[in-house]
């Protein structure tokens, strides 16, 4: 019965970390796209606009949008993993 409770907490430990590094990376991610992202204002813009902007007229500023596409990408892997360890 220990092993079993031992891995569960492990288990729990794991997502726990996973989901800090998600929230790291989510917060990190934004700030880095809102650098290269010319007169970004967090009053004016949406966090989206940092991936492209609204339609009809979309426009996608380049490395802005790169940096934010890969790092919700990321955040959301992290996210998934830490739902599957702790499923």
């Not at 290269?36 to 902007?53: C, E, K, M, R, V």
């Amino acid at each position: 019965m220990t092993e079993y409770t031992n891995a569960i907490g492990r288990l729990v430990s794991l997502a726990g970390a996973l989901l800090v590094l998600a929230g790291c990376v989510a917060l990190m991610g934004i700030i880095s796209a809102e650098t290269f992202y010319p007169a970004y204002s967090t009053a004016q813009n949406h966090i989206s606009d940092l991936g492209a902007t609204r339609p009809p007229d979309s426009v996608i500023l380049q490395p802005s949008a790169t940096i934010f596409n890969a790092t919700m990408l990321a955040t959301g892997l992290l996210v998934l993993g830490a739902a599957f360890a702790l499923f």
